[in-house]
C-alpha cells in the first residue's frame, strides 16, 4: 500500500464527534474507525493538499508509527479513497407493464395493456449515457423487462458496449426454451423473485400456478449450463411467510441457488396492501430487541480487548443516490429502487447529457428531489440529525423513510445499547 499517492475523504464518509474522540464512519460499506479528536483534525485539515507520506514525514517522531497505523486503517476501511468513487450499480426499468400483479410490488407495475412510455431509440440514448460513467454494473428491471419486444435488442446493445456485470432481474415467467440460451450468452446474474416456498405461500402473493413456473426456469437456466451461483431467488418476508425463511432456505438449498431474502417496504401496492402484508410480530420484536441487546450487553461487560464477544455491529451501509441510482421507465432518475418517489427525483436521463457532472458533482440545476434525499441522509428528525450513533441505528435509509415514527421509548432503548457499543466498547 503506497501512501505517496494523493488520497480524499470517502464521499460515504461520516463523522461522529464525542468529547475527545471521533468515530469515521464508511456509510457506504459499513466500516468504522476509532480515533482521537486531535488525530482526525489534523488529518482532516491537511489531507487535500498532502499525502498520507507526506503528513507522517512532519509528525514528530513519536506520533509517526501511530499515524501510518491510522492511515493503513482508513484506507483499509475506505474512509480514504484514492479512486473516482460512484455508479457501482445502476438500475434501469426499461419498462412498467408486468405479466403479473403481485400484492406488494413496490413499482406498482401496470398491466399487459398498458403501452410502453420510451422507445428502443430513446432506451439507447439512456443506455449510452449510462455506459459514459462506467458503472460497474447494471440491472434490466420492470415491470418484466422481458415483456418488452426489444427486450433482446437493448440486451445486446449494452452488451457489446458493456465490459461489466449485466444483471437481469425477473418473474422468470418468459424464459423458456427458445430465449434461454440468449439470456445465458448476455447477462452474468439472474435475480428471479419468488416470494414463497411452495405454491400456497407464492401464490398468495404472486398468484396461482407461478411458483412451479419459476422453478423450471431456474432449472431450465441450471440444465443450459448458466452457473447456479450466478442465480438468485429472493423472497419478502411478508404476514404469508413470517418465521419460515428456513423453508425458503432450503428451498434455494435443494436448488443450488442463492437464498436473498428482503424485507417487506410498504411502498406502491405494499402500501395498498400493508395491513394484510405486513407481519404484526415485527414491531413487538423490534421493541424488544434492543432491549435484549442491552441487557446482554451489560452481563457480558464488552470491553475493547474483548474481541470474542457475541454483540456484533456495523454502521450503516447503504449507496442510494451516491453508488446506486434507478432509472424508471420515464427516464426519471432516482436514489435507489426504494426511493422512486417523486420527491426524491434527481432528474431525468433523456434531459441530461451528463449523469456524473448532474448528480455527483452538483453541477446545473441542483434538484428538490436532490435536496430531500441529501435531508434524509441527514436525518429528518431534528434529533435524529443531531444523534452520535445515528450511522448505527438507520440501516437503510430508503426503509427507514417509510416506516412510523418510532415512540420515544423505543428510541432510547435503541440509543442507550448503541451508545454503549458504539462509544464505551468499539
Given at each position: 500500500?503506497?501512501?505517496?499517492?494523493?488520497?480524499?475523504?470517502?464521499?460515504?464518509?461520516?463523522?461522529?464527534?464525542?468529547?475527545?474522540?471521533?468515530?469515521?464512519?464508511?456509510?457506504?460499506?459499513?466500516?468504522?474507525?476509532?480515533?482521537?479528536?486531535?488525530?482526525?483534525?489534523?488529518?482532516?485539515?491537511?489531507?487535500?493538499?498532502?499525502?498520507?507520506?507526506?503528513?507522517?514525514?512532519?509528525?514528530?517522531?513519536?506520533?509517526?508509527?501511530?499515524?501510518?497505523?491510522?492511515?493503513?486503517?482508513?484506507?483499509?476501511?475506505?474512509?480514504?479513497?484514492?479512486?473516482?468513487?460512484?455508479?457501482?450499480?445502476?438500475?434501469?426499468?426499461?419498462?412498467?407493464?408486468?405479466?403479473?400483479?403481485?400484492?406488494?410490488?413496490?413499482?406498482?407495475?401496470?398491466?399487459?395493456?398498458?403501452?410502453?412510455?420510451?422507445?428502443?431509440?430513446q432506451?439507447?440514448?439512456?443506455?449510452?449515457?449510462?455506459?459514459?460513467?462506467?458503472?460497474?454494473?447494471?440491472?434490466?428491471?420492470?415491470?418484466?423487462?422481458?415483456?418488452r419486444?426489444?427486450?433482446?435488442?437493448?440486451?445486446?446493445?449494452?452488451?457489446?458496449?458493456?465490459?461489466?456485470?449485466?444483471?437481469?432481474?425477473?418473474?422468470?415467467?418468459?424464459?423458456?426454451?427458445?430465449?434461454?440460451?440468449?439470456?445465458?450468452?448476455?447477462?452474468?446474474?439472474?435475480?428471479?423473485?419468488?416470494?414463497?416456498?411452495?405454491?400456497?405461500?407464492c401464490?398468495?402473493?404472486?398468484?396461482?400456478?407461478?411458483?412451479?413456473?419459476?422453478?423450471?426456469?431456474?432449472?431450465?437456466?441450471?440444465?443450459?449450463?448458466?452457473?447456479?451461483?450466478?442465480?438468485?431467488?429472493?423472497?419478502?418476508?411478508?404476514?404469508?411467510?413470517?418465521?419460515?425463511?428456513?423453508?425458503?432456505?432450503?428451498?434455494?438449498?435443494?436448488?443450488?441457488?442463492?437464498?436473498?431474502?428482503?424485507?417487506?417496504?410498504?411502498?406502491?401496492?405494499?402500501?395498498?396492501?400493508?395491513?394484510?402484508?405486513?407481519?404484526?410480530?415485527?414491531?413487538?420484536?423490534?421493541n424488544?430487541?434492543?432491549?435484549?441487546?442491552?441487557?446482554?450487553?451489560?452481563?457480558?461487560?464488552?470491553?475493547?480487548?474483548?474481541?470474542?464477544?457475541?454483540v456484533?455491529?456495523?454502521?450503516?451501509?447503504?449507496?442510494?443516490?451516491?453508488?446506486?441510482?434507478?432509472?424508471?421507465?420515464?427516464?426519471?432518475?432516482?436514489?435507489?429502487?426504494v426511493?422512486?418517489?417523486?420527491?426524491?427525483?434527481?432528474?431525468?436521463?433523456?434531459?441530461?447529457?451528463?449523469?456524473?457532472?448532474?448528480?455527483?458533482?452538483?453541477?446545473?440545476?441542483?434538484?428538490?428531489?436532490?435536496?430531500?434525499?441529501?435531508?434524509?441522509?441527514?436525518?429528518?428528525?431534528?434529533?435524529c440529525?443531531?444523534?452520535?450513533?445515528?450511522?448505527?441505528?438507520?440501516?437503510?435509509?430508503?426503509?427507514?423513510?417509510?416506516?412510523?415514527?418510532r415512540?420515544?421509548?423505543?428510541?432510547?432503548?435503541?440509543?442507550?445499547?448503541?451508545?454503549?457499543?458504539?462509544?464505551?466498547?468499539?
Amino acid at each position: 500500500m503506497s501512501f505517496k499517492q494523493m488520497f480524499k475523504m470517502s464521499i460515504f464518509t461520516d463523522v461522529l464527534k464525542r468529547g475527545d474522540t471521533v468515530i469515521a464512519c464508511n456509510t457506504g460499506c459499513g466500516t468504522h474507525l476509532k480515533m482521537p479528536v486531535e488525530c482526525w483534525e489534523t488529518i482532516e485539515q491537511y489531507i487535500t493538499a498532502y499525502t498520507p507520506a507526506q503528513i507522517c514525514d512532519a509528525a514528530c517522531e513519536e506520533d509517526r508509527d501511530y499515524y501510518e497505523q491510522i492511515f493503513k486503517l482508513m484506507v483499509e476501511k475506505r474512509i480514504l479513497v484514492s479512486d473516482r468513487e460512484w455508479l457501482e450499480t445502476v438500475d434501469i426499468a426499461i419498462t412498467n407493464r408486468c405479466n403479473l400483479q403481485c400484492k406488494h410490488c413496490a413499482a406498482s407495475a401496470g398491466t399487459l395493456s398498458e403501452k410502453e412510455i420510451l422507445s428502443t431509440t430513446q432506451w439507447k440514448v439512456i443506455i449510452d449515457r449510462v455506459l459514459a460513467v462506467e458503472p460497474k454494473m447494471i440491472v434490466l428491471t420492470g415491470g418484466e423487462p422481458m415483456i418488452r419486444e426489444d427486450f433482446f435488442e437493448l440486451t445486446e446493445y449494452i452488451r457489446k458496449r458493456f465490459t461489466g456485470k449485466l444483471d437481469l432481474m425477473t418473474n422468470s415467467l418468459l424464459i423458456n426454451h427458445d430465449n434461454v440460451d440468449r439470456i445465458i450468452r448476455n447477462y452474468d446474474h439472474i435475480s428471479v423473485s419468488i416470494d414463497g416456498y411452495d405454491e400456497e405461500t407464492c401464490a398468495a402473493i404472486r398468484g396461482k400456478g407461478v411458483f412451479d413456473r419459476v422453478i423450471n426456469a431456474v432449472n431450465l437456466l441450471i440444465e443450459r449450463g448458466f452457473d447456479k451461483n450466478a442465480i438468485s431467488l429472493s423472497m419478502v418476508e411478508t404476514a404469508v411467510t413470517y418465521g419460515k425463511m428456513d423453508r425458503f432456505r432450503e428451498l434455494c438449498d435443494s436448488l443450488g441457488v442463492k437464498c436473498v431474502p428482503r424485507l417487506f417496504s410498504a411502498v406502491g401496492r405494499g402500501e395498498e396492501n400493508r395491513d394484510g402484508l405486513m407481519p404484526k410480530q415485527l414491531e413487538q420484536e423490534d421493541n424488544d430487541k434492543w432491549e435484549r441487546l442491552l441487557n446482554r450487553a451489560e452481563e457480558e461487560e464488552i470491553q475493547q480487548e474483548a474481541p470474542n464477544s457475541q454483540v456484533t455491529f456495523q454502521c450503516r451501509s447503504c449507496t442510494a443516490g451516491r453508488g446506486i441510482i434507478s432509472i424508471d421507465s420515464n427516464g426519471n432518475i432516482y436514489p435507489c429502487q426504494v426511493l422512486m418517489e417523486q420527491e426524491f427525483l434527481l432528474g431525468n436521463a433523456l434531459i441530461c447529457e451528463d449523469l456524473y457532472s448532474m448528480i455527483v458533482e452538483n453541477q446545473g440545476i441542483r434538484t428538490k428531489g436532490l435536496h430531500n434525499y441529501e435531508q434524509l441522509l441527514k436525518g429528518t428528525d431534528p434529533q435524529c440529525a443531531e444523534c452520535d450513533v445515528e450511522p448505527f441505528c438507520k440501516y437503510c435509509v430508503g426503509v427507514e423513510s417509510y416506516m412510523q415514527e418510532r415512540s420515544n421509548s423505543e428510541c432510547k432503548r435503541k440509543k442507550d445499547f448503541l451508545t454503549k457499543i458504539v462509544w464505551g466498547m468499539v
